[in-house]
């Protein structure tokens, strides 16, 4: 099953751009993914790349593209959403 996200570009190439706009790459461990969650106050999580091939997962990104796009001053994923939202669906995906 290939993943296919709002903008059209390859997974491989999302992660490698945010991978190359942010300075807190090397302490995100391989095949994990840094994404910043909330509406104002943003925090910080670390999750499995797997994630994101899950349709839950893929809503919120879909949900986010079209409210803001993909800009990502932060260097990782922005999800803007609550962060109990986010976590109830990420307890969904182990």
Known sequence: ????????????????????????????????????VGESQKKRYIIPVSYVNKPQFQQLLHKTEAEFGFNHPMGGLTIHCRQDTFLNITSTLR
């Open 1 to 36: 099953m290939a993943i296919r996200l709002p903008s059209g570009l390859p997974v491989k190439q999302i992660l490698s751009r945010l991978a190359l706009s942010g300075n807190t790459v090397h302490d995100v461990p391989k095949g994990f993914l840094a994404v910043y």
